[in-house]
């Protein structure tokens, strides 16, 4: 709790470090004879690969904080560089500064992140500059880890939902398309809900108004997914159904991983006569595109007529 009240909070604490490694390695380097602007002056002046040196070029040009917590060298490579200044004569003091600056980044990270990634990530905030990037990354890091994790993974995915008026005042219908494009299993033994039948009142009981077809007529028995089988990958994707307490899902079945085992799978299914005015039981209607399965894309569009006054804007969370 010490650190609360005797650090400054995190994006001034760690601007100011910043400045001062970046002033130091500038000293240093220049101290030795070497262009801070030339990552190659550097390999050759002070004896480092060219990774290294690239990097302490990098800290010392970039203006983005964020940017110089990224390019930070690990502990050896800042041994290596400052012995490295040291043979090719920087002085001493001047090296002796840049130390104390490093030891001023290492505070950093044991104040406020304890880890050099958590750091990283936390820098995102100090500057808009190459946020893109970073943010890019990080996205490609979650995708890789929730398809280990999960053992399946999709390039695009897509939901579409459309309400339109009943066939009496007071009702609507309610159709909805949901799409996996190229999507893959990791392991064999993995299993996936494709679609599902369910809807609750507000209380969470079943709610038993309102009657479902799917939109493709060729898949309308009662045990049947409601594929849209034009827009599927053939053979068509194998499911099974798998009652649940609220309704009834259709989960793929273990099979083929990896691009030999890649299938896409559209389902779509209309739900009609859903009463949208309030009642004591049910006073709020919601439409929601949960993005549960490691995808390179979500595609989501919602229409709903413009008769329907209450409808509110979307929110994005």
């Given at each position: 709790?010490?650190?609360?009240?005797?650090?400054?909070?995190?994006?001034?604490?760690?601007?100011?470090?910043?400045?001062?490694?970046?002033?130091?390695?500038?000293?240093?380097?220049?101290?030795?004879?070497?262009?801070?602007?030339?990552?190659?002056?550097?390999?050759?002046?002070?004896?480092?690969?060219?990774?290294?040196?690239?990097?302490?070029?990098?800290?010392?040009?970039?203006?983005?904080?964020?940017?110089?917590?990224?390019?930070?060298?690990?502990?050896?490579?800042?041994?290596?560089?400052?012995?490295?200044?040291?043979?090719?004569?920087?002085?001493?003091?001047i090296v002796q500064t840049a130390k104390a600056a490093i030891e001023d980044f290492e505070e950093l990270i044991r104040v406020h992140s304890g880890d050099?990634?958590?750091?990283?990530?936390?820098?995102?905030?100090?500057?808009e500059q190459g946020n893109r990037q970073r943010d890019e990354q990080h996205r490609k890091l979650l995708f890789q880890g929730g398809s280990y994790v999960?053992?399946?993974?999709?390039?695009?995915?897509?939901?579409?939902?459309?309400?339109?008026?009943?066939?009496?005042?007071?009702?609507?219908?309610?159709?909805?398309?949901?799409?996996?494009?190229?999507?893959?299993?990791?392991?064999?033994?993995?299993?996936?809900?494709?679609?599902?039948?369910?809807?609750?009142?507000?209380?969470?009981?079943?709610?038993?108004?309102?009657?479902?077809?799917?939109?493709?007529?060729?898949?309308?028995?009662?045990?049947?997914?409601?594929?849209?089988?034009?827009?599927?990958?053939?053979?068509?994707?194998?499911?099974?159904?798998?009652?649940?307490?609220?309704?009834?899902?259709?989960?793929?079945?273990?099979?083929?991983?990896?691009?030999?085992?890649?299938?896409?799978?559209?389902?779509?299914?209309?739900?009609?006569?859903?009463?949208?005015?309030?009642?004591?039981?049910?006073?709020?209607?919601?439409?929601?595109?949960i993005c549960d399965v490691p995808a390179e894309m979500l595609l989501m569009d919602l229409f709903i007529h413009e008769s329907f006054a209450f409808a509110?804007?979307?929110?994005?969370?």
């Amino acid at each position: 709790m010490s650190g609360t009240t005797t650090h400054p909070p995190f994006p001034t604490h760690a601007k100011a470090v910043v400045r001062a490694v970046r002033g130091a390695f500038a000293e240093v380097v220049t101290s030795a004879g070497a262009d801070a602007h030339d990552p190659g002056s550097i390999s050759r002046r002070i004896g480092l690969n060219r990774n290294l040196a690239w990097k302490i070029s990098r800290i010392i040009q970039d203006e983005d904080p964020a940017a110089a917590l990224t390019q930070m060298p690990g502990s050896s490579g800042l041994r290596i560089f400052l012995r490295g200044s040291e043979r090719a004569g920087a002085n001493a003091g001047i090296v002796q500064t840049a130390k104390a600056a490093i030891e001023d980044f290492e505070e950093l990270i044991r104040v406020h992140s304890g880890d050099r990634a958590t750091l990283e990530m936390m820098g995102s905030e100090l500057s808009e500059q190459g946020n893109r990037q970073r943010d890019e990354q990080h996205r490609k890091l979650l995708f890789q880890g929730g398809s280990y994790v999960l053992g399946v993974q999709t390039r695009v995915v897509l939901k579409i939902g459309l309400v339109m008026p009943g066939a009496a005042d007071g009702l609507l219908d309610f159709a909805s398309v949901n799409g996996l494009v190229d999507f893959r299993r990791l392991r064999q033994d993995v299993t996936w809900v494709m679609a599902s039948r369910h809807g609750r009142n507000d209380d969470g009981s079943e709610m038993t108004t309102g009657a479902t077809e799917p939109i493709d007529p060729d898949f309308a028995g009662a045990d049947e997914a409601p594929l849209i089988g034009a827009y599927c990958s053939q053979p068509l994707p194998e499911l099974r159904r798998v009652e649940q307490p609220s309704g009834v899902s259709f989960e793929l079945v273990e099979g083929r991983v990896g691009n030999t085992g890649a299938l896409t799978c559209y389902v779509g299914a209309i739900q009609r006569g859903i009463p949208y005015y309030r009642t004591e039981s049910n006073e709020w209607g919601e439409h929601s595109a949960i993005c549960d399965v490691p995808a390179e894309m979500l595609l989501m569009d919602l229409f709903i007529h413009e008769s329907f006054a209450f409808a509110l804007d979307p929110e994005t969370f």
